[in-house]
């Protein structure tokens, strides 16, 4: 199986390495064409990308944070626990060379240890499983969420939104569901 491929910026063309089996699902092209048009070029994102810490939980190849850290993040923190993801995600980052910009953490996304503050927090769980809400609310009280961050969630187009979101944009895309906003403390 082909890999998704970076989409733009420093590593745009680039394959991925995505692990084997049926738990990971690397977050469509077009999904995330979607979401860092969004993030760079509505008013309110405010520059959610460029010299920002980005975390990508249930990062599985590490598509998402390594399109940002491609265009331009200071730095991404990738948490996975899946043994085949992690060692796909290692093989990616080190073909883009961003060892120095990423941290890989082998850890369960709802149960973090205590963490860094990030600004933008890229999430892409298995569907069905109302897992967004659990985990966002993990990254808080462990610390992993900056004031004010921005956070941006693939959902299946049939889950519900977190209680307590307001979304400042949704979109849909086939069975998927992206939808962002901000962290309020």
Known sequence: ????????????????????????????????????????????????????????AFAGSGALGLEA????????TFIEQ??????????????????DRSRIVAADALAPSRGTPHDLVLLDPPYGKGLVGQAVSAFATAGWLAPGALIAAEFGKADPTPDGVSPLAERAHGAARLVIWRHTA
């Open 1 to 56: 199986m082909t890999g998704p491929r970076i989409i733009a910026g420093a590593w745009r063309g680039r394959i991925l390495a995505v692990p084997d089996g049926p738990l990971t699902r690397p977050t469509a092209g077009r999904v995330r064409q979607a979401l860092f048009d969004i993030l760079l070029h509505t008013s309110w994102a405010e520059g959610a990308v460029g010299g920002r810490m980005v975390l990508d």
């Open 69 to 76: 850290l491609s265009r331009g993040a200071a730095g991404a």
């Open 82 to 99: 899946d043994r085949a993801a992690l060692a796909a995600l290692r093989r990616n980052v080190a073909a883009c060379r961003a060892e």
